[in-house]
Structures are given as C-alpha cells and as structure tokens.
C-alpha cells in the first residue's frame, strides 16, 4: 500500500533562519508531488507541484522554493524564513495527468516563525 | 477554468440530526468532484468523489453527496451527526481538459454540539 511521509511533524524557527521540509512516498512510482499551506483559519493554498524528478511549477511568488531529487522525494526550502511563513504545510501526492483520481496528504508539518 | 465556493464557512449542528455542507461549483469541462475532510493538526482525507459515473455518490462514515448539474452542485450530507464528525471539510473540483490542478473550497467548520 502507498504511504506518504513529512517531517518534521513540528518547526519553531527564528525570522531570517533557514528552512527544509521533507516529504517522501512509498508504493507507488512517478507520483505527482504537491505543497500546499495553510495558514491560521484559511483554506489551502497550493505552494508547488511537481509531476517529475527536477519538473517543480510554482504557484505562487513567495521566499520560498522546491526540489525534487528522486521520484519519490519532494524538499520545500526556504534560505529566509518571514513572519508570514507560519502555517501548516501539507504535501500530497496524486497519479496520472488526469481530473478523477483524489489527492492523498501526508500528516503536515507545522511552522511557527518567530 | 475552474471554481468552487463553499457557502458556509461555519455549520453548527447538534448531536443526531442531519449535516449539510453547501458546496457551488464552475466548470468550462466535465468536472470531477472531492469532498475531503480535516480533523485538527491532521492531513485531509478523501471522503467521497464524484467522477461522471453515479450522481448520488456514497462515502465513508455514511457520508454522502449528490451532483447535480443543472444547479451546479454538490453538497455534502449525514443522516446524522456524530461527535466525531467535528473537523473542517473542503469541496474540490478538477476538470477533464483543462487543467488536472485541483481547485480547493475555502472550507467549512462542522461544529456539533452534544
């Protein structure tokens, strides 16, 4: 069966420091790989996605970027964290180019910058 | 392009009577249809999809949720509510031809009240 991984599961971080989330799946090959934030009270906000290894499209302009080193391995990072990065961050992963097949999310990591 | 709004940012609900979550959706294609639900500091969980097979679609927990086309929705329901029931779910839309990028609801806080 398919699982998916983030870590930390919590980050308190100083303003200006840097940052790295990891996110991996297992069982399942050439995932669609997503970032998502979601800040205090608010809806998700897609981050990145990627549908290959060193394939990532941005969604919005931000501090803020993302790797994708091996099939299964989705890095976000940041080399300044701000204030406005606090938040809970979710990664998720998906199959195939296509409409109909769910999203399924990993844990998250919450971030509190300080 | 797609949309989705979530029409209700908050239900209250008491323990044992029926749930409704408001969901209104735009799409140009042949959409696909999530409900997905979150519990606190959690990941999201597919609750239900609906992917032009079944309009009355069934999910997990005795939720479920009919589409209907001519009124461009699809809200979500529970004969009755369970205590556990209490989480944030999001309504999300994916259209074939366009592109496969989930759009997220706002979301709605289900509160339920024993």
């Known amino acids: 069966s398919q699982t998916i991984h983030q870590w930390p599961a919590t980050l308190v971080q100083p303003v200006g420091s840097p940052l790295s989330l990891e996110c991996t799946v297992e069982?399942?090959?050439?995932?669609?790989l997503y970032w998502y934030r979601q800040a205090a009270g608010r809806g998700l906000q897609l981050l990145f996605y990627s549908v290959g290894i060193g394939q990532i499209s941005s969604e919005v302009p931000q501090n803020l970027s993302a790797s994708r080193p091996q099939d299964r391995q989705f890095i976000l990072s940041s080399k300044k964290l701000l204030l406005s990065d606090s938040g809970f961050y979710l990664c998720?992963?998906?199959?195939?180019?296509?409409?109909?097949?769910?999203?399924?999310f990993g844990p998250g990591t919450r971030l509190t910058v300080l | 392009a797609q949309s989705v709004t979530q029409l209700d940012s908050h239900v209250s609900v008491s323990e044992g009577t029926p749930v409704l979550l408001r969901c209104n959706y735009s799409s140009s294609y042949s959409p696909s249809l999530f409900w997905y639900v979150q519990h606190p500091n959690k990941g999201l969980q597919l609750l239900l999809k609906?992917?032009?097979?079944?309009?009355l679609v069934k999910g997990i927990n005795g939720f479920e949720a009919e589409f209907k086309k001519s009124e461009t929705s699809f809200h979500l329901t529970k004969p009755s509510a369970h205590m556990s029931d209490a989480a944030e779910y999001f309504c999300?839309?994916?259209?074939?031809?366009?592109?496969?990028?989930?759009?997220f609801g706002r979301g709605t806080s289900l509160i339920v009240h024993p």
């Open positions: 609906y992917t032009s097979a079944a309009t």
């Open positions: 998720a992963w998906s199959v195939g180019l296509v409409s109909y097949n769910e999203q399924f």
């Open positions: 069982g399942t090959s050439n995932p669609n």
């Open positions: 999300v839309v994916s259209e074939s031809g366009g592109s496969y990028i989930p759009t």
